[in-house]
């Protein structure tokens, strides 16, 4: 007992530096989930996968819990995964891996294996992230002494399971347990929850939050490489856009990425070591260099908000500016300080 | 005392309620005319990814008995017809739960039908489709392929047309009087009943021979034994190294899945003018399939055996004529376009310019709201 606590981080895991890719051309070539996986046409999450093992590099340990991600690229005895991958349930994307990491440490400690620094990073998506995941998660970023990365791929449902709400659903969207009808038009009338800031503002100690969209791949990728460099349990929320659960034309799931910043619907920021920064067009928008577009350019795009008349893209509008205008820190914190 | 089977081969999701309104039409019309029926969906399919082959049946006896009979099975073969929604289909079926390539025709009986949706000439898909052994039938509906998505429904009379041909093909299974009685009754819609009556009428088969085809072995590979299985759930991973190809040293074409390819989830596939190419690497990185091999000369070609043709290549590439999406039915084989270009690139060019003519419709999918309602307006007038 007395030497794990005596023991610090470094005298076991060597700390590591990934520097930040300056552009797309100094991507490297080596893909560690590759080719081959059941995924739809056009799935922004698969590219969440790929990228993020890409940025992680060959010694990494990766924990899927259930979901899109796991269904589609385990199934079968098939697998387009050439990093070590394994199933988590549900909602244990946080416990699997707090337990990954303190095995491995253990492992190290105990001389059965080289002392090295391995990536531990568990997806989860957002039904098994911010919904049924989350106090695991919670847990996990409480455990400072373990270097690990969870990375919650939001595609805005259980689109897996076709399609259902979940916490993560936006405003009015339809799915199976909101089709909207003739009596009434929006079933679903829960705001978005607002993840990434709720673990950040809950766990101090956590060094790095970040939110990213994979339209902005770079970005995304050196947010991965600096979140498993920081040091400590970190959280990473992607939004992806889903041609089947949002009804799209799948050749669009990049610009709707796009759309989703260029409309202040997805924030881009990290809060690192407890200072928050806005990146990318986000960063424009906070600054005034750039002014939002509509929010119906992007609604108007997806099959799921058919049904939206002008009174509810109006609401959706008017809650979007909200999030800018009113909030103490515009796109992120959503209350204000009493005046 | 009989039964018959209908199969509905689909692209997942956006032909998800086009496929479950056949089944369904179907069966409705086996019970006006005092027979027993059942629809329904694969198993193995759901949940379903959209563009994926998926596949939903039709059984109908004429007692409940011989119906549970065939049911009990995990998908009836033998079928009277099947049902093709997209004429790219014909290349081959790999479903998400399948293991290789299945020809679209290997579940039809001898002497069954194929019906497809298409404005291919027959001979054109019967090259398509692998040789089946035994001889059977081909019947077209004149019609593209119909991609609604899954919360809207583009209601272009597909169902209906396909019922109103199936009556014809298969009069045994149900007739077109049952046919057009259950299409009043669940749409309420005279034109609709028109139009699978019209259908009906202009339908006409051709024989097919049992060595007509495609001569291609279909792609499999080797499953394991429950004896050669390793303990545990365990699945090898892929390596990480690159694969060595000839030709093609310097570049870097990523070791790939080899129990899962692509091949049939396409309508559509990149053509690349290597000329324009900026080197900008956006379609490799921004390609969830990983399908662009990087080639000795710096340029990005897409992978015939990883295209799902989702088309954001073509969408984030910043040059206007680069990456094109082309029909998949423009297409004989799955070659390197690279490859083809180095050796000849005048030819290249002259092949390319020919291809890049047979754009798809963009109706797949949903653009804006209204656009369903728009189109369909449209085509009445």
């Known amino acids: 007992m007395s030497d794990v606590i005596t023991e610090t981080l470094d005298d076991y895991i060597k700390t590591q530096v990934l520097e930040a890719w300056k552009g797309p051309k100094t991507v490297p070539e080596q893909e560690y989930f590759t080719s081959g996986h059941r995924t739809c046409q056009g799935c922004e999450s698969a590219l969440v996968m790929k990228l993020m093992a890409k940025a992680a590099g060959p010694r990494t340990i990766i924990l899927g819990s259930t979901g899109c991600m796991y269904v589609a690229n385990t199934t079968y005895l098939s697998t387009p995964w050439s990093v070590p991958w394994m199933h988590t349930q549900l909602g244990s994307s946080g416990s699997a891996a707090t337990g990954t990491a303190a095995g491995l440490r253990a492992l190290m400690r105990k001389g059965k294996m080289e002392k090295e620094r391995i990536n531990v990073i568990a997806f989860c998506g957002d039904g098994g992230g911010a919904d049924m995941g989350l106090s695991a998660i919670s847990a996990a970023l409480q455990h400072t002494e373990y270097n690990l990365l969870i990375l919650m791929y939001d595609n805005e449902s259980y689109a897996n399971t076709d399609i259902q709400v979940s916490g993560s659903s936006p405003y009015g969207a339809n799915s199976t347990f909101s089709p909207p009808g003739k009596e009434r038009r929006i079933m679903h009338r829960r705001w978005k929850k607002n993840t990434a800031p709720m673990l950040a503002a809950g766990h101090p100690e956590c060094k790095y939050v970040a939110t990213v969209c994979m339209s902005y791949a770079v970005e995304a990728m050196n947010a991965v490489r600096k979140a498993l460099s920081i040091g400590g349990p970190t959280f990473i929320h992607s939004l992806d856009p889903c041609p089947k659960g949002w009804d799209y034309d799948p050749m669009f799931s990049h610009e709707l990425g796009e759309l989703a910043v260029e409309t202040g619907i997805w924030p881009l920021y990290e809060i690192e070591e407890g200072k928050i920064k806005m990146y990318g067009k986000s960063k424009r928008i906070v600054n005034g260099q750039m002014k939002r577009k509509p929010v119906q350019d992007y609604l108007l795009r997806q099959g799921r908000f058919a049904h939206f008349i002008d009174e509810d893209i109006e609401y959706f509008q008017a809650k979007t500016d909200e999030m800018w205008e009113k909030w103490l820190i515009p796109g992120v914190l959503p209350f204000s300080a009493e005046a | ?381």
């Open chain 2, 1 to 381: 005392m009989s039964t018959g089977s209908v199969e509905v081969v689909y692209r997942g999701i956006f032909q998800k309620t086009l496929a479950k309104n056949i089944c369904r039409g179907v069966v409705f019309a086996a019970k006006k005319e005092g027979k027993i029926g059942t629809a329904f969906g694969r198993y193995s399919d759901s949940p379903e990814r959209n563009g994926i082959p998926a596949k939903q049946f039709a059984v109908v006896s004429d007692t409940h008995d011989e119906l549970q009979e065939h049911l009990a099975r995990y998908e009836p073969d033998n079928n009277d017809v099947t049902i093709a929604c997209d004429d790219a289909l014909c290349k081959g079926v790999e479903s998400w739960a399948w293991y290789g390539l299945q020809p679209i025709n290997k579940l039809l009986k001898k002497g069954g039908t194929l019906l497809v949706t298409s404005f291919q000439s027959p001979n054109k898909l019967i090259n398509f489709i692998h040789r089946k052994g035994e001889p059977y039938n081909l019947a077209l509906v004149r019609a593209a392929a119909s991609f609604s998505g899954l919360w809207v429904y583009k209601d272009d009379h597909t169902d209906a047309r396909l019922l109103g041909a199936l009556a014809k093909v298969a009069p045994h299974i149900v007739g077109i009087d049952a046919i057009c009685e259950v299409i009043k009754e669940q749409w309420k819609d005279d034109l609709k009943v028109a139009s699978a009556r019209k259908t009906y009428e202009a339908t006409e088969t051709i024989p097919v021979s049992a060595d007509q085809g495609n001569e291609e072995v279909p792609f499999e590979f080797e499953k394991p034994g429950w004896k050669t299985m390793e303990e545990g759930l365990v699945i090898r991973g892929i390596s990480a190294e690159q694969q060595k190809v000839e030709g093609w040293e310097g570049g870097y074409v990523p070791t790939r899945n080899p129990t899962f390819k692509k091949f049939s989830t396409r309508t559509m596939r990149p053509v690349i003018n290597f000329d324009t190419c900026i080197k900008c690497t956006l379609c490799w990185l921004q390609c969830p399939d990983s399908c662009f091999d990087i080639t000795p000369d710096g340029l990005y070609d897409a992978n015939m055996e990883a295209c799902c043709g989702c088309g954001v290549c073509e969408a984030v590439c910043p040059v206007e004529d680069c990456v094109t999406m082309v029909n998949e039915e423009a297409f004989d084989d799955n070659a390197s376009q690279w490859e083809m270009w180095v050796k000849d690139k005048k030819g290249y060019e002259t092949w390319m310019t020919e291809k890049i003519s047979d754009k798809p419709p963009r109706s797949h999918g949903f653009h804006h709201v209204g656009q369903y309602a728009e189109e369909t307006a449209d085509e009445s007038t």
